[in-house]
């Protein structure tokens, strides 16, 4: 089945610069990509997706890429605040299947 | 955007009784409600996938007895645990699948269960 990697499990940055969380999964029939955001107590909120068909989506300060050949995918959040802090997952869907979660990244966003 | 809700958000109950669970799309129809297990600091476990009209679908390990899942209609869905447990007491969180391409998912906010 399919398995999600998801580094770093934590990141800290400075308010105002950009953090950058990557996954991998491995089976090439995947086709949706969604990145969820979940603060403590919550339920995870879909921030961004991607589907294969394309390489590159942006939403403001997120942006998801995608590299189908190299089976990976990457959330990137410019001039980061502090509301930006929580865990975030990513996750990987093959048709007809459910999504499968990496296992979270947690980003402190320091003023 | 798609909003899921969740009743209650947290309960607490006595070991041996039953929890009833409910999750609900408020502005969309889900023919498909998947059912989460989250511990602390970690991901999301998927429980089973509910699908209206028809028998969920349970994940190994998941006992099927012990947590009923009905979907009896395109809006709701519900998570009963029976008998809980101590080792039951967990964030439960339900979501729902949009019904067209590229079918996303949105969460519930959760539910915590506590079994003294």
């Known amino acids: 089945g399919e398995n999600v990697e998801q580094h770093p499990s934590t990141l800290s940055v400075q308010e105002g610069d950009s953090a950058v969380i990557k996954c991998t999964y491995s089976d090439s029939a995947s086709n949706y990509f969604p990145w969820y955001k979940q603060e403590l107590g919550k339920g995870p909120q879909l921030i961004i997706d991607?589907?294969?068909?394309?390489g590159e989506k942006k939403d403001q300060r997120i942006a998801v890429t995608l590299n189908k050949t190299a089976k990976h995918f990457s959330l990137h959040i410019t001039e980061t605040q502090p509301e930006d802090s929580a865990v975030y997952f990513c996750?990987?869907?093959?048709?007809?299947?459910?999504?499968?979660f990496g296992k979270g990244t947690s980003l402190l966003v320091t003023p | 955007g798609a909003v899921v809700s969740q009743h209650p958000s947290w309960v607490i109950c006595k070991s041996g009784t039953s929890v009833k669970i409910e999750c609900r799309s408020l502005d969309f129809q889900a023919t498909t409600m998947f059912w989460y297990r989250q511990f602390p600091k970690q991901s999301l476990m998927l429980m089973a996938t509910?699908?209206?009209?028809?028998?969920?679908?349970?994940e190994q390990g998941v006992e099927k007895d012990k947590f009923l899942i009905n979907h009896a209609s395109l809006t709701l869905s519900t998570l009963t645990v029976t008998s809980a447990h101590p080792e039951d007491s967990s964030f439960y969180i339900c979501s729902a699948r949009f019904e067209l391409a590229p079918y996303e998912q949105y969460f519930g906010p959760g539910t915590r269960l506590t079994v003294t």
């Open positions: 509910s699908n209206e009209g028809s028998k969920a679908t349970y």
């Open positions: 991607i589907r294969s068909n394309v």
């Open positions: 996750a990987a869907r093959s048709p007809g299947y459910a999504l499968n």
